[in-house]
T-cell receptor
């Protein structure tokens, strides 16, 4: 499996506060992704990156921003957390091409009170 | 991407082969079949993918019918640790467009029993 770590693994925060989740990979993969997983909705793509400083929106991007200043790091920021953003967040990486298989990190469980 | 249909749940005895079916009757010629699984509270895990020939790796075998309308994932000797939700996904292999996206359906919950 690709070396993917996510931090923090668990976080509890309050409504209105900014939150940043970090994904770090050691495989030099070009593509990186952020998904959220909620009961009844499965996995949904938030944002993805196809290179350093190259990012694009997924299907549920409202309220989220991302940054990728280095190949190995992909940050997800909740600018002002809301209770609807309580979820499990997964980072994934892919290879050189967008259709390469994706490898997932262990997830971050975020609770917004 | 073509839609897939999987049974919601299956049981398997430990040590026996687990055969997980997937129907993808609307698959097009340039779409590959992918399998992922998600063990409870973990991130999804890539298992295997194929186009039309049978594929095997250290985790599983993938059998795709000649007309490519269905496939079967085979775990040859299931263990308790194989209990997970298994997802069958079809996607095209070309750069660009929206094919970066993995669309996970509801999958099949495989329960391996002792």
């Amino acid at each position: 499996d690709a070396g993917i770590t996510q931090s923090p693994r668990h976080k509890v925060t309050e409504t209105g506060t900014p939150v940043t989740l970090r994904c770090h990979q050691t495989e030099n993969h070009r593509y990186m992704y952020w998904y959220r997983q909620d009961p009844g909705h499965g996995l949904r793509l938030i944002h993805y990156s196809y290179g350093v400083k190259d990012t694009d929106k997924g299907e549920v991007s409202d309220g989220y921003s991302v940054s990728r200043s280095k190949t190995e790091d992909f940050l997800l920021t909740l600018e002002s957390a809301t209770s609807s953003q309580t979820s499990v967040y997964f980072c994934a990486t892919g290879g050189t091409y967008s259709y390469n298989e994706q490898f997932f990190g262990p997830g971050t469980r975020l609770t917004v009170l | 991407d073509a839609k897939t249909t999987q049974p919601p749940s299956m049981d398997c005895a430990e040590g026996r082969a687990a055969n997980l079916p997937c129907n993808h009757s609307t698959i097009s010629g340039n779409e590959y079949v992918y399998w992922y699984r998600q063990i409870h509270s973990q991130g999804p895990q890539y298992i295997i993918h194929g186009l039309k020939n049978n594929e095997t790796n250290e985790m599983a075998s993938l059998i795709i019918t000649e007309d490519r309308k269905s496939s079967t994932l085979i775990l040859p000797h299931a263990t308790l640790r194989d209990t997970a939700v298994y997802y069958c996904i079809v996607r095209v292999h070309y750069s660009g467009g929206s094919n970066y996206k993995l669309t996970f359906g509801k999958g099949t919950l495989l329960t391996v029993n002792p």
